[in-house]
């Protein structure tokens, strides 16, 4: 059964138009991360929370935010998306920080597509 | 910062042939871990690696992380054509961001049946 749950699977939106992609996790982890994933691109981590703790990396773009009302639902925005944003966004979980307990699961993933 | 170097880029292999695959860092990482990536889906757990020396099989799949902490492989015996996709090594090291994954470039697999 899925763990980290990826909705949708693919989309499709406008120039400018906000959009929102959406995680859920059946595995009550603890870290939620938001990962930009370009064609033969290894993923570039966006930010991530820990619990409520917001934690953005210094080159993420402004356009991009993020939203985690609760333990198993994490959310990005993307405020006006370019035609460079068109990627693949992947979700990842984890327990916590350290790995040597348990590693991140990745979701399947949301290819996002701009006309 | 801490960069990860994977080799090769590519490899185009015939069916039954062995794989071997390597990331190398810049510094020392705590963690290594192996992912597979195939097309339109997320990166899937492989291996995991935890200790200095250790030697780990999942199938026909083998992973080492190295003595040196800074270098780690992976091997595939005897490839099928399912092992077709991307494999990404990825790395945590002491004292970095926090749960911040360092991820080698990936090595896209292609396998001739």
Redesign the interface.
């Known amino acids: 059964d899925a763990m980290?749950i990826?909705n949708p699977?693919y989309q499709v939106t406008q120039f400018g138009k906000p959009v929102t992609l959406s995680c859920s996790q059946t595995l009550n982890h603890n870290?939620m991360?938001w990962y930009q994933q370009k064609s033969?691109?290894?993923?570039k981590?966006l930010f991530?929370y820990?619990d409520k703790d917001f934690?953005n990396?210094a080159d993420t773009p402004d356009n991009f935010q993020s939203r985690r009302p609760n333990t198993s639902f994490c959310f990005l925005d993307i405020r006006s998306p370019g035609l460079g944003d068109a990627a693949m966004y992947?979700c990842?979980t984890?327990r916590d920080?350290d790995?040597?307990n348990q590693?991140?699961?990745?979701?399947?993933?949301t290819?996002l597509s701009i006309l | 910062g801490q960069q990860l170097n994977q080799s090769p880029q590519s490899m185009f292999i015939q069916e039954g042939e062995d794989v071997s695959m390597n990331c190398t860092s810049s510094s020392i990482f705590n963690t290594w871990l192996w992912y597979k990536q195939e097309p339109g889906e997320g990166p899937v757990l492989l291996i995991a690696l935890y200790k200095a020396g250790e030697l780990t099989s999942n199938g026909r799949l083998t992973a080492q992380f190295g003595i040196t902490r800074k270098d780690s492989f992976l091997n595939i015996s005897a490839s099928i054509p399912s092992d077709v996709g991307i494999y990404f090594c990825a790395g945590q090291g002491y004292g970095g961001s926090q749960g911040n994954l360092i991820f080698g470039k990936g090595t896209k697999l292609s396998v001739k049946p």
Request: glycine letters at 8%.
């Open positions: 980290v990826q699977r870290v991360y033969s691109q290894a993923p981590l991530h820990y934690n990396e992947l990842a984890s920080f790995f040597s590693p991140q699961h990745f979701g399947d993933g290819r």
